[in-house]
């Protein structure tokens, strides 16, 4: 498959992508496959991972479209139990990129959509990571690390209005990123752990919103910065980072 610029150290690998059917997680999909990454799509439209995998085996790369709703147990265990089934240790990569947004003011927030928002953005990744690291830890047999990269948010430290599902959602999701990273080092778990918090994309979520294309990040740069973080030389455990790409805080 041809690159542009070639990240070593993430040939071969297998990596998992939350909301791979669209915007953000399609891209990364395709940003890592382009460096010989297997890349699963998960994400609970079916067919639209169906098209990142058409998109990503049309230029060569190797790929595979999985059912996920990160809010379910049972397909959280279920594709990471199949996974590391299949693909042993060489499964060592998680991207949490799925997402929603449910906008809703003090007076009108709908509470079923503001747990739905907190479900998708943080319970859910929370326990995927639970499940994919455990279940790393058991099929490990070399002295190498996994990868946890997690899609947040500058949402997380911007306060906006009409987004307090949103924003609360990916401030916890933050803090926890934090805590586990605080875990990695403590327990020296053969896991690294890191995130971004990229400004307005221009992605399907971001359309109810109305701002401007010319205002919003290109999904393809933050999974380009993806792509790099996670090529950074493993065997650091220390290096758990959140990078912020844009900080440019578009009020709505």
Same mark, same amino acid.
């Given at each position: 498959?041809?690159?542009?610029?070639?990240?070593?150290?993430?040939?071969?690998?297998?990596?998992?992508?939350?909301?791979?059917?669209?915007?953000?997680?399609?891209?990364?999909?395709?940003?890592?496959?382009?460096?010989?990454?297997?890349?699963?799509?998960?994400?609970?439209?079916?067919?639209?991972?169906? =098209? *990142? $995998?058409?998109?990503?085996?049309? &230029?060569?790369? !190797?790929?595979? /479209?999985?059912?996920?709703?990160? +809010?379910?147990?049972?397909?959280?265990?279920?594709v990471v139990g199949s996974l590391f089934e299949r693909h042993g240790a060489r499964f060592d990569i998680l991207v949490?990129?799925?997402?929603?947004?449910?906008?809703?003011?003090?007076?009108?927030?709908?509470?079923?959509?503001?747990?739905?928002?907190?479900?998708?953005?943080?319970?859910?990744?929370?326990?995927?990571?639970?499940?994919?690291?455990?279940?790393?830890?058991?099929?490990?047999?070399?002295?190498?690390?996994?990868?946890?990269?997690?899609?947040?948010?500058?949402?997380? =430290? *911007? $306060?906006?209005?009409?987004?307090? &599902?949103?924003? !609360?959602?990916? /401030?916890?999701?933050?803090?926890? +990123?934090?805590?586990?990273?605080?875990?990695?080092?403590?327990?020296?778990?053969?896991?690294?752990?890191?995130g971004i918090m990229p400004a307005a994309m221009d992605t399907p979520m971001m359309e109810q919103w109305k701002i401007?294309?010319?205002?919003?990040?290109?999904?393809?740069?933050?999974?380009?910065?993806?792509?790099?973080?996670?090529?950074?030389?493993?065997?650091?455990?220390?290096?758990?980072?959140?990078?912020?790409?844009?900080?440019?805080?578009?009020?709505?």
């Amino acid at each position: 498959m041809d690159e542009e610029v070639h990240v070593a150290g993430l040939d071969g690998r297998v990596a998992l992508v939350t909301g791979g059917a669209s915007g953000l997680g399609r891209a990364t999909c395709v940003a890592l496959a382009a460096q010989g990454v297997h890349v699963v799509a998960g994400d609970i439209d079916e067919a639209g991972a169906q =098209v *990142t $995998v058409e998109a990503v085996t049309s &230029a060569g790369g !190797s790929a595979e /479209a999985v059912r996920l709703d990160v +809010t379910v147990a049972d397909d959280r265990t279920g594709v990471v139990g199949s996974l590391f089934e299949r693909h042993g240790a060489r499964f060592d990569i998680l991207v949490n990129v799925a997402g929603i947004d449910r906008p809703g003011y003090l007076t009108d927030v709908d509470e079923s959509a503001y747990s739905q928002v907190f479900a998708v953005n943080c319970h859910g990744p929370v326990f995927l990571m639970q499940a994919f690291l455990n279940g790393y830890l058991g099929v490990r047999t070399e002295d190498t690390e996994a990868e946890i990269f997690n899609v947040i948010s500058i949402s997380a =430290v *911007t $306060v906006g209005s009409g987004a307090v &599902a949103y924003n !609360s959602s990916k /401030a916890a999701f933050a803090k926890a +990123t934090e805590i586990f990273q605080t875990e990695v080092r403590e327990f020296s778990h053969p896991c690294r752990i890191q995130g971004i918090m990229p400004a307005a994309m221009d992605t399907p979520m971001m359309e109810q919103w109305k701002i401007p294309a010319e205002r919003m990040m290109d999904p393809s740069e933050v999974a380009a910065e993806i792509v790099h973080a996670l090529g950074r030389p493993r065997g650091v455990l220390g290096q758990n980072l959140i990078f912020t790409p844009r900080v440019e805080y578009f009020p709505r």
